[in-house]
């Protein structure tokens, strides 16, 4: 039977119930498990919270610890868990597959990737009609960068301060935050342009951004004229002017910055930009990664919220619901560079993934889960954006769909970051109450909330009931 388990912290809240049992946890006691960790995993993989979790088992939006313990995952495995953990429909189609037919690799032809290719593509404005499978969003967007330079025959890329593309050494390049830097060579080729993020930034305010919460700082434009835009050209037109070749090979953007904190940008700043770097001979790849598959509601890609259509888009995380697989989709001309020479990929595309990826797409339309990120993501913006009014240490609060940051402040009029001791406190006793929250932004000053698409309202109102306490807490603390 589940443990029945109290929180070290009280709290008013309520967890929604739950009707799923989880099995009993029979691996190593956690002191083993913590050993093992320190002699046998390599130490540049940390962990969450002082105290690691063990988890054990997860059910849709639910993960449960050794001990029973239920928490609601309000970060998903880093945003990977599109669809829930363990969704029936997947485990089904991948478990029936798994009896039939793991790998052959591509060389040969075998149904499910050409069921998936015709499936993913249909999802797609033309001409972006043409897959290449990869494992990792990493690994997709290194590729992108290689057909980028091998299709216009430029060599440079531009990214946004801020971005993260990946940690290979290819990527780390387009990279751009500190702490995953690491003092050896990488880049060559790429260069960085202002973030235009109208919170922290140098311009920005209230009428700015493409979602249901603005800024609080005040905004001076007139309507239908941004004028944070138009100042982010600005300094976008500078890079192409004095940092770059007069023709570059591409511009990668997330169309909302994921590990830097759901940092959006002025409406129609990416459609200019897309505008300047055509003009440049160069390609717009769009880093779906973490707002693909109806994750921002309104719409399937984040690219679509912006109006643009990009040349290359870069897929991984919940496009497998956690299964290892990434995807580039591009256009045939632009897929032919590649075809000039040999480039394989072993396992991507492989029939388990296939079917995995197949099985995600028809859950999210079944369970009508891109609606559900529109509805239940702008309710539980809305309800934050209560608590930024009540906590002068709650600076932001932004996002569109279930994709929402928190950025914590000392205080709203100097936006300095809140002390990352402070901030790993109020973390800390979330986790306690039951609710996991991620981490971003370049001091780790941002909540991150990107749960499974599947959460309900109720699960809001329990989620926010336990960060309204822990905020709470800090104010009796301070």
């Known amino acids: 039977r589940q443990q029945k388990w109290k929180s070290s912290v009280s709290t008013q809240a309520k967890m929604p119930p739950c009707d799923f049992v989880p099995e009993k946890y029979e691996s190593y006691p956690y002191e083993r498990m913590q050993k093992i960790r320190e002699q046998n995993i390599a130490p540049s993989l940390r962990t969450y919270y002082k105290k690691p979790l063990l988890l054990h088992q997860g059910h849709m939006q639910w993960l449960f610890d050794h001990e029973g313990r239920r928490y609601l995952d309000l970060f998903a495995g880093i945003v990977t868990v599109s669809v829930g953990h363990c969704h029936p429909k997947v485990t089904m189609a991948t478990q029936k597959q798994l009896a039939r037919l793991w790998h052959t690799t591509n060389i040969y032809m ?153 940092v959006q940008y002025p409406r129609n700043f990416l459609k200019e930009a897309y505008q300047l770097i055509r003009e440049r001979g160069g390609l717009c790849i769009s880093d ?47 897929a032919n560079s590649l075809a000039q020479n040999l480039h394989f990929n072993t396992f ?29 993501g702008t309710y539980m913006l809305l309800e934050l954006a209560k608590l930024r009014d009540k906590f002068e240490i709650v600076g932001d609060v932004r996002g569109k769909g279930l994709m929402i940051g928190v950025e914590m402040v000392t205080d709203k009029d100097s936006r300095c970051p809140l002390p990352a001791e402070e901030i790993s406190q109020i973390w800390e006793d979330c986790k306690d109450m039951g609710v996991l929250i991620g981490r971003g932004g370049l001091y780790s000053q941002t909540f991150r909330i990107k749960p499974p698409m599947c959460i309900t309202k109720r699960d809001v109102d329990f989620a926010v009931e336990v960060f309204r306490t822990a905020l709470q807490r800090h104010v009796e603390r301070a």
């Open 288 to 334: 779906e990664v973490q707002t693909g598959f109806g994750r921002t509601g309104s719409h399937f890609w984040g690219f679509q919220t912006h109006g643009v259509v990009p040349d290359i888009v870069t897929l991984a995380k919940g496009i497998g619901n956690g299964f290892p697989m990434a995807a580039v989709v591009t256009t045939k001309e632009i």
């Open 348 to 376: 991507g595309g492989n029939p388990l993934a296939c079917v995995v990826g197949a099985a995600v797409l028809d859950a999210i339309e079944e369970d009508g889960l891109q609606k559900n990120s529109e509805d239940v």
């Open 110 to 262: 075998y149904p499910a990737i050409h069921e998936y290719a015709e499936k993913l593509t249909s999802f797609f404005p033309d001409p972006l009609k043409v897959v290449y499978l990869t494992n990792s969003g990493s690994e997709a967007n290194d590729l992108a960068m290689f057909m980028a330079r091998l299709h216009t025959r430029n060599f440079d890329i531009i990214s946004l301060r801020g971005g993260y593309h990946g940690g290979s050494p290819y990527t780390l390049g387009l990279t751009s935050l500190t702490p995953y830097k690491h003092g050896v060579a990488n880049g060559f080729g790429c260069t960085t342009t202002m973030l235009p993020d109208v919170f922290r930034g140098p311009w920005g305010g209230s009428h700015c951004r493409d979602s249901p919460v603005q800024t609080v700082r005040k905004c001076s434009c007139t309507e239908g004229v941004c004028l944070a835009k138009d100042q982010y050209i600005e300094q976008f037109k500078d890079t192409l002017n004095t940092s770059v070749p007069k023709t570059v090979a591409g511009f990668i953007a997330e169309p909302i910055q994921g590990v830097n904190g759901a």
